[in-house]
């Protein structure tokens, strides 16, 4: 198993681009999360889903978008990148009580 | 709503010093508390988690926290850190209906030789 698996890595936009960061978990989980990181604000959430077919937002989804179309999958876009938005973005995947993290996506806007 | 409290945001200690960092939360209910671990440039690893029962906790490495639901407190303690402890520490608590984790800020913890 992959477990949760996020792509790019490493991502440079210029203001009022858009992009996709990519998230695939290979464990069958319903629950999946997007978070942020901020340095000193630890982790927030901004997107959520409990199953295909199903998001919400979580605490600062303003700038993003979700879909969950499957089970693996649960791309968030950033629609007009601004430079707010630069910060280190983690997927993850929860079985019972317990999250599942991806390696993370580190994105800068300029 | 719920919140998750760290007030240590930058610990340094010595090779075999003891730790403990401190970690509150704001609900009386029923709550889930976890630590997560994240070493230099990697994703977050689960050091241990309380659900119900034995409120003192043992995790991965050494680590161990206690829950005192009195205070509303689940602090990480290790006897004796190495230098490979050096990482970010974060506290993180469910309440209620457990869809959404919330995490403390963190706190860095740099062991030095």
């Known amino acids: 198993n992959a477990g949760v698996t996020q792509t790019p890595k490493f991502r440079i936009l210029k203001i009022g681009q858009s992009m996709t960061l990519q998230c695939a978990q290979d464990?069958?989980?319903?629950?999946m999360y997007w978070y942020r990181q901020d340095p000193g604000m630890g982790l927030k959430l901004i997107y959520y889903s409990v199953g295909a077919g199903i998001t919400d937002k979580g605490e600062v989804p303003n700038g993003y978008n979700v879909s969950r179309s499957t089970t693996e999958d649960f791309p968030l876009r950033l629609e007009l990148a601004a430079p707010s938005q630069t910060s280190v973005y983690f997927c993850?995947?929860?079985?019972?009580?317990?999250?599942?993290f991806g390696e993370g996506s580190r994105l800068t806007v300029l | 709503a719920q919140s998750v409290s760290q007030h240590n945001h930058h610990v340094i200690l010595s090779e075999a010093a003891s730790l403990e960092l401190g970690c509150n939360y704001s609900?009386?209910?029923?709550?889930?508390l976890f630590w997560y671990v994240q070493y230099p440039g990697q994703h977050l690893q689960l050091l241990l988690k309380?659900?119900?029962?034995?409120?003192l906790v043992k995790g991965i490495k050494g680590f161990e926290a206690e829950f005192i639901k009195s205070k509303f407190s689940f602090n990480l303690r290790k006897p004796s850190v190495q230098w490979s402890d050096t990482a970010e520490y974060f506290c993180a608590a469910y309440t209620g209906t457990a869809s959404k984790l919330t995490f403390g800020t963190g706190t860095r913890l740099q062991v030095t030789l």
């Open positions: 609900y009386g209910g029923t709550v889930n």
């Open positions: 993850a995947s929860k079985l019972g009580r317990e999250l599942f």
């Open positions: 309380y659900f119900s029962g034995d409120p």
């Open positions: 464990m069958n989980h319903n629950y």
